[in-house]
């Protein structure tokens, strides 16, 4: 027995120190791949010695002898920090997940295969200027100078995840970055997914769209045809949700893209100086989507945002111009239904009688499976959509297909050449001037001078026939003319407003102008209701600051609390008697007496936010349950419009609240109350007994998790970064909840980046990004940021180069290659 203990216990002790050899080993090799921003490097590709300043939160001031020496750096930048983060958007937008990730991806490839966005990226490069050429071959020099020195130093692959998932790193090519723009435009579209949402709620019958769905207040649009009428052979029902591919770049409805963006002219800045401050809501990541970055640049010096895999200071500034970008929500796609010929099935109807697809085959290669063949095909309008996508199968007729009409499919697209401009512009009408050759994603443009400011609408808007079937709003049958798109409409025709009266300009993706169709750039905006905080604060003070704009972007006061609770609760407030303690109505009563003192600030402290979110969500689940059946899994977050609608009872929209099945007639009091009360027996479940201690930031969790190992027992510890934050769904500072799973209110969606830039002291600007400039978890860089994020607070980024290199944390300097050493 005592010889069999001994053998145990030397078996264990083996296993105990192979363990450790392995972690050790495991650490050294991911540690190979940490970069060294002390480090000279002999490359190919430049002209000129060239620095790599880095400050203290390792944010790159980039500084070459000319522009291509500069972007060569940047490319270097990039990819010495986010290597697999722009290897894995290369190869979501090539449709080429599946060679590393196998089957779990296949939907996805197959749908970026079909859309071809990458095809239409490598054409777009012969439309860019020479300027813009020389810009990407140089960012795509410098990337691949990287991937060269990891290769002859084994630098670790230059990421650890390329030890986990075996591929090649393929070298870097201008139509890869043009590729990763084109991807934005992906990750911030939406027009598809209301369109088939629209069309779904619309075969209900009952008219339940109008009040699901509200147009934002304003003019009224003229009456659609039931969509079910369009197509007669569309069989009835409702189809349950299709589950987009892994990793798809196409986010659902509500999370499309959002933003807020404020500018300030001279005489409404408390130091006289113009104003701008900005803040792109994108899915939260771990790393960020956004890089901070600086180039000296011969035009001048350019700081703010970048995208690794993207050469453009996407928001930010030079000495004399500002900008920032909201998304637009501009109507840029169109589906359209094709009708196929019942005797050839590879032919489509067109106004001009039956014509065949334009069809090729690819080939998906899928890790440890078989390759994949589809059959790609293109009509008129677009590429033919895969019915499993989207819903789509739930509004096509039996024997027909569903193709795409997208302003991001331009093979002419000349993005990135405008982004190049606007970088070098030097005031706002030569911003308005260089916006004019932008595709698409759509974009508000918020721009400042040293005089003035102004904003447009940048990015193609498709000319419609006044006579479309369904306007855009619905899918169309897409072999009649007035369904077609014709052309663009003007660039002068976008939205602009330079200069405007009261000196500042605001976006929160809110409505902006109201137009008749087809002149009305979209009828489904991304915000109703941040836009009503942001116009209070800015009339609050006759003059600005940096600080009041900075308060602004942090507030965290819900317009859409406020407006709600006092609608949904009149008749619930201080009713009755003092119910027992422990009772479910003395639970109700302390709720509401708590609601009724709140000024609707989810702060995270505070436990009213949690009550009034819960609320909320159990009481639309209620309303539109029995109405919409399946459907209302769609509707995941609140939509204020819609409970605004019922409670006013707009147009007999308080028809919701009786319960269908039931046989009394339920009143929307009832329904408030029902629903309150279930809202706190679920979180006294969750958080106890005592309503005092509950805290909204315990639901409310930002979570920045790696988009590949974040779901990776034990590696998910490492990769992901999760914080308690306050905000929400309708916050200035903006914390969309996740609406659906174990927890609906973890906070997954917003200021992924901050930018506050002030034109009286443009050295006092600030920046701040959600995570950390590096990729590597092994790198103290890679949440260093993350804190400062969550405080509210920000780095100072100066343009000064004197300052830079004081401040340096490390000086990575580029040599030209001597001739034998290329």
Known sequence: MFTLFRWMVRLVTLALVALVLVGLGAWYFASRSLPDYNASYSVSGISAPVEIVRSTEDVPHIFGKTDADVFFALGLAHAQDRLWQMTVLRRTVQGRLSEVFGA?????????RRLDLYGAAVKSVAAQDEQTKAALEAYARGVNAWIEQVNKGALGRGAPEFFLFKADIAYWTPADSIAILKLLAAETASQVQTEVLRARVSMLGQNWVKDILPDVPGAGTAALPDYASL????????????????????????????????????????????????????????????YLARLELSSGGVIGATIPGIPLVLSGRNPRLGWGITSAHVDDQDLHIEELNPADPERYRTPDGWKAFDTRRAIIEVKDAQPVTITLRWTDNGPVLPAGHFNLAAITPPGDVVSLNWTALDPADTSMSAGLALMQAGSVEAAVAAGERYIAP?????????????????????????????????????WETV?????????????????????????????????????????????????????????????????SFISAQLDTVSPAARNLLPLVGKDLWFTGEAAPEGTP??????????????????????????????????????????????????????????????????????RWCDVMQSAPVETCTDIARISLDEALLELKAKYGPNIESWRWGDAHEALHDHAVLGKTPILNWLMNIRQSTSGGDFTLNRGLTSGTGANPFANVNGAGYRGVYDFADPDSSVFIIATGQSGHPLSRHYDDLSDLWRRGEYIPMSLDPDLARAAAAGITRLEPAAPDDK
Request: proline fraction near 10%; glycine fraction near 8%.
């Open 104 to 112: 779990e991806t296949l939907k996805t490839d197959e749908l970026m």
């Open 231 to 290: 197509f007669p052979g569309l069989p009835p029902g409702v189809k349950l949700a299709d589950a987009e591919g892994a990793m798809s770049p196409f986010p659902p409805r509500d999370f499309a893209g959002a933003s807020n963006a404020i500018a300030a002219a001279p005489r409404r800045s408390a130091a006289g100086g113009t104003l701008l401050a900005n803040d792109p809501h994108m899915a939260f990541t771990a790393p960020s989507w956004w």
């Open 442 to 478: 759509a974009e508000n443009l918020i721009l400042a001078d040293e005089k003035g400011v102004g904003m447009v609408t940048i990015g193609a808007i498709p000319a419609r026939d006044p006579g479309h079937t369904t306007q855009g709003r619905m899918p169309s049958p897409g």
């Open 483 to 547: 369904n077609r798109w014709q052309g663009r409409l003007p660039y002068a025709d976008n939205p602009r407003f330079l200069n405007p009266e009261g000196g500042i300009v605001i976006n929160t993706n809110n409505k902006m102008i109201d137009r008749p169709f087809p002149y009305n750039v979209s009828f489904d905006w991304g915000d109703s209701q941040r836009v009503l905080r942001l116009t209070r604060l800015m009339g609050e003070r006759e003059v600005h600051s940096r600080e």
């Open 585 to 654: 109505e003395r639970l109700r009563q302390r709720a509401l007496e708590l609601l009724a003192a709140w000024d609707g600030d989810m702060n995270e402290h505070l436990p009213e936010p949690l009550i009034y979110a819960a609320w909320m969500r159990h009481l639309q689940n209620r309303l539109i349950r029995d109405e919409l059946g399946p459907l209302a899994n769609e509707f995941p977050h609140l939509e204020p419009l819609f409970i605004e609608r019922v409670f006013r009872n707009t147009e007999g929209a308080s």
